[in-house]
């Protein structure tokens, strides 16, 4: 991570002159994400000058090396850029021609400035919600119903305003799902798979591992990559939705405001897959066995409501019926995500891939694990067991 406060010191002296910060003082500080993040370092910052106001701020700074990139071959900090550079702006501008209400809008996080002009250190600044109240999900734990049913809201106010751009400036739109995305073949996913793989049958009970390795030895295509790809209804989704990605804070009634971050990873895809994954990566047995369907039924109301509140037809756009039979099919992913995913979601910080230039895919594919993955992948196989997909 060699110079990248250095970096950030530099977008940020641009920020306090294009804010009027004539002789400011900037202070900075590295925090962790405690094994939440591999691809940034990340800082608080705060643009300081007598008589005026503190200006609050977090950027960070890609420390994704070449190695890395090479192989991924695409640029997340340049598809984040484009989010919050153009895509949420014509979402504001779609909301605002509605009359969507202020309180049913997308809380966007407002950005400050990119600079990607040193080589492998894009760097980014927007506003520190953690001196509003905001925080976020600790993942260690499964969420409940209060914040799944906030988050999966939102998820699906930003599927439903994927809708009206389409339906507005249907060019415009299959340009932004042009955008080049993650080849996880070239990356190394089946590798990483096996590995993941390993780590599940390790922990599962006796009785289920011959079907899981079964589930787990299917081709890449229908194990894996097919979970992205829409079958009805193609929106442009987040791409890694889940509590890591999301901060939120607890009014004194109780209600949850959560703002989505970490948009580098948007994508063409079908608006199951952020539902599904956001499930399987947060919520443990007791809360799936509670509150599944209820939050599947609650992501779809929610559609619809902001649908309408764009003047869309949900029923024309998106019927339930082939919202049922979508989500249907791509549920066994959810299975897939929690072996590949909940290692990374679980592991403890100081067993976490380490952050810095050096990282490769390969890493991701974790050599320990702990209780609570233990406890997590269980829970995910006895449900798939109890739904009769795991035969």
């Known amino acids: 991570m060699a110079n990248t406060e ?33 691809t940034s370092a990340l800082y608080t910052a705060t643009i300081k000058e007598n008589n005026k106001e503190d200006l609050n701020l977090f950027g960070k700074v890609a420390v994704v ?13 340049d598809t984040e850029k484009f989010a919050y550079s153009k895509l949420l702006k014509i979402y504001g501008a779609l909301e605002e021609k509605h009359g969507v209400p202020e309180e049913h809008r997308l809380p966007v996080v407002k950005f400050y400035g990119f600079d990607d002009s040193a080589q492998h250190q894009e760097t980014m600044v927007l506003e520190n919600l953690l001196v509003q109240g905001y925080e976020p999900f600790d993942r260690f ?41 993650l080849n996880w073949e070239d990356i190394g996913i089946e590798a990483v798979l096996k590995k993941s793989t390993a780590l599940a049958l390790q922990a599962i009970k006796p009785e289920h591992k011959i079907s899981l390795e079964k589930f787990m030895s299917r ?18 989704i987040h791409g890694d939705y889940r509590g890591s990605n999301l901060m939120h804070r607890v009014r004194k009634d109780g209600k949850v405001d959560i703002k989505i971050l970490d948009l580098q990873t948007l994508q063409a895809g079908s608006p199951i897959t952020d539902l599904i994954f956001f499930i399987f990566t947060g919520s443990d047995e007791q809360f799936r066995a509670r509150y599944f369907d209820r939050l599947v039924e609650h992501y779809y109301s929610q559609l619809s409501a902001a649908m309408r509140r764009l003047h869309l037809n949900p029923h024309e756009l998106f ?73």
């Open 6 to 38: 250095e970096t950030l010191r530099k977008l940020l002296n641009k920020i306090a002159y294009e804010h009027n910060y004539k002789n400011p003082e900037i202070i900075t500080n590295n925090i962790s994400s405690g094994g939440a993040n591999y």
């Open 65 to 77: 090396g070449e190695k890395f990139r090479t192989v991924a071959e695409v640029n997340f900090y």
């Open 141 to 181: 734990k499964s969420f409940d119903w209060e914040y799944a049913s906030a988050a999966v809201t939102e998820c699906a106010k930003f599927h439903a305003i994927s809708f009206a751009f389409q339906k507005e400036d249907p060019e415009e739109f299959q340009k932004s799902l042009g955008r080049p995305k």
């Open 219 to 236: 081709d890449i295509q229908e194990l894996f990559l097919d979970f992205f790809k829409p079958i009805h209804a193609p929106v442009i």
């Open 319 to 391: 019927p339930k019926k082939y919202f049922d039979e979508e989500f249907k099919l791509k549920l066994p992913y959810g299975l897939t995500f929690s072996v590949f995913g909940l290692p990374m979601m679980t592991v403890a910080a100081e067993d976490a891939p380490k952050v810095d230039e050096s990282l490769s895919f390969d890493d991701f594919g974790l050599a320990k694990t702990n209780d609570l993955f233990k406890d997590r992948i269980n829970g995910v196989v006895d449900d798939f067991v109890r739904w009769g997909i795991l035969k």
